[in-house]
């Protein structure tokens, strides 16, 4: 579980690929990963979507799926 007040960011992961031509994502992962989440000590992927774990944050739902 990863606490609400330790994340920076979240990011879409499709557009996160698509604008980053420089940065080479292995492709069969990818496609599992909807969203990254920035937190101020790591990076982790997670198959919920931004706008989803958006909503969560915002009702109080503070329990995320990481892959």
Same mark, same amino acid.
């Given at each position: 579980?990863?606490?609400?007040?330790?994340?920076?960011?979240?990011?879409?992961?499709?557009?996160?690929?698509? *604008? !980053?031509?420089?940065?080479?994502?292995?492709?069969? /992962?990818?496609?599992? %990963?909807? #969203?990254?989440?920035?937190?101020?000590?790591?990076?982790?992927?997670?198959?919920? *979507? !931004?706008?989803?774990?958006?909503?969560?944050?915002? /009702?109080?739902?503070? %329990?995320? #799926?990481?892959?």
């Amino acid at each position: 579980m990863i606490r609400l007040s330790d994340v920076v960011a979240i990011v879409d992961a499709v557009g996160a690929v698509k *604008s !980053s031509s420089s940065i080479p994502f292995p492709t069969s /992962s990818v496609e599992e %990963v909807k #969203s990254f989440i920035i937190t101020t000590k790591h990076i982790y992927t997670s198959p919920i *979507s !931004s706008n989803t774990l958006l909503k969560r944050s915002q /009702s109080g739902l503070k %329990v995320v #799926s990481m892959l």
